[in-house]
C-alpha cells in the first residue's frame, strides 16, 4: 500500500470559493494527475485539517465529495484511499409510451419545481426580451455570443467544464443536441446506457444508427461503435452517480475505438447531499461531446439546450447551421440571457434543492423498506429495484388511485430490471406525493 503522502495544498482563504471545495478541486487533480496513484492512503480529516489550520468540517466536507465522485473511498477503521486509476495521457422499441395517461398523474422523473416566489425576475425577463431589437437576419448559427459567454463562465464555475464562449453551441435541449452531434459523427452504430433514456435510444435510431444497448453499470467495450451516449452525473435511471474508475475507464475504450462519449448532463446541479460531481467533459474535452439543458433549471417548454463538443464536431455542427438556419429562437435564447444574469436560474436551482432533498427524504422513507435503492437520491427521481411482481402490483394501485407511477421495466431495452421510478418533481404538490407514497407503500406491504 503506497505510504500515505504530506499532502500539501494551497487554500486561498480570500476566495469565493469555499475551503473545502478548494480543497477537493486540488485532491482530484493530484489523482487525475497521477501524482496521486490508486491505493494511496490520505491523510485523516483531523490530521489534514491540523496541517492546513482549518476546521475539520472542511476536511471532511472535501473527502465526502471525493468519496461521491467516486475517486476516493473510505475503508472501515483503515482510513481514506484513493480509488481510482487515473486518466489515461493522452431497437429502441419500449413497451409503453412516455406521456402521462389520460387522467393520472405521472410521477414524472423529468418535470421540474419551479419555485413560484422568482416570477418578477421571469417576467423582468421576458419585459427585457419586448423592448430588445432582435437582429436584423439570421443571426450567428452558434447562438447569441453574450449568451454563449455566460454559459461558458457557468460551465466553468459549477461543471467543471472550461471551455470558450467559441466552443458553446446553443440548442433546442437535450434531444436537439444529440441530433447535431449525431449528425456530425461518422457512420456507425451508437452504444446506449440500459436502461437508459428513451428519447436517447429513439434519437439515435432515427438517424438510421444501430443501438448498441450496453448496461448500464458496466464500462462498454466500444470497439466497432462511433459513440456512446451515457448520463455519468446522474445515471437515467438508475439514478446512480457513475464511478470515477468508470469514467476513466469509459474515456479509455473510447480511445481505443476511436469514438466519442456524448455526455448528457441533464439535471446534475440538483444534487443535495454533496457538490454537484463535475462533468466527465472536464477530464477529456477532446474526446466528449457535452450537452446541457434547460429544462431542468428554468422549464422544459424553454426548448433551449448548449453543447459543447471536440473542434471537428463542433465546427461541422456551425457549418451545417450556417446553411440550414437550424437555431434556437433568437427571443428565448434572450430571455435565458437575462434569467442566467439576474440571477434567475441559481435561485430556482437553490430553491429546488431544499424542495427535492425534503421529498426525497419522504420518498425514502415511504418505500426503501420494500425496494433497493439503486443511487443516492439527485435531481427528482428516486428508484427502486424490487421484484416484477412487486413492482406491477403497486403501479397498478398507484393507477386505481389516481397515479402513474414509471416501471424501471419500461426504461430497459436488452438488459431488463424491475421496480419503480418515483419522480417527484413539479408534477405534483406535497399532498399529492404523500397521498401516492401511501397508496404505493400499502400495496408493497401487501
Ligand atoms: C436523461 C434525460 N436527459 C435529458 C432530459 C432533458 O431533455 P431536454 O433537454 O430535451 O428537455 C431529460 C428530461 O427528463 C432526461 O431525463
Redesign the pocket.
Known sequence: MPPSPALVVTLDRRSARPLGTQLADQVRARITSASLAAGTRLPSSRALAADLGVARSVTEQAYAQLVAEGWLEGRHGSGTFVSAAPPLASTPPTRRTAPAEPGLLRLS??TPWIDPRHAALWRRAWREVSTARPPAGYDDPRGLPALRAALAERLAHVRGVVCDPDEVLLTA????GLRHALGALPAGPVAVEDPG?R??AVTVAATGRGVRDVPALEVPDLAGTVAAYV?PAHQ?PLGRTMPAAHRVALLASARRAGAVVIE?D??SELRYDVAPVPALAGLDRERVVYLG????SVA?SM?L?WLVAPAGIRERIAHQRAITHDSPPWPVQRALLALLRDGYVDKVVRSARRVYADRAGRVVDALAPYGELTGPVAGMYATFVMPREQALAAHEAGRAAGYDVPLLADQCRTHVRHGLVVGFGGSLDDGQLDHALAVLARALRG
Do not use: N
Not at 293 to 296: H, M, W
Open positions: 422523473t423529468g435541449g437535450t434531444t436537439d433514456y428519447a436517447a448520463t437515467h448528457d441533464y439535471d439543458t434547460a429544462s431542468k422544459p426548448r439546450g
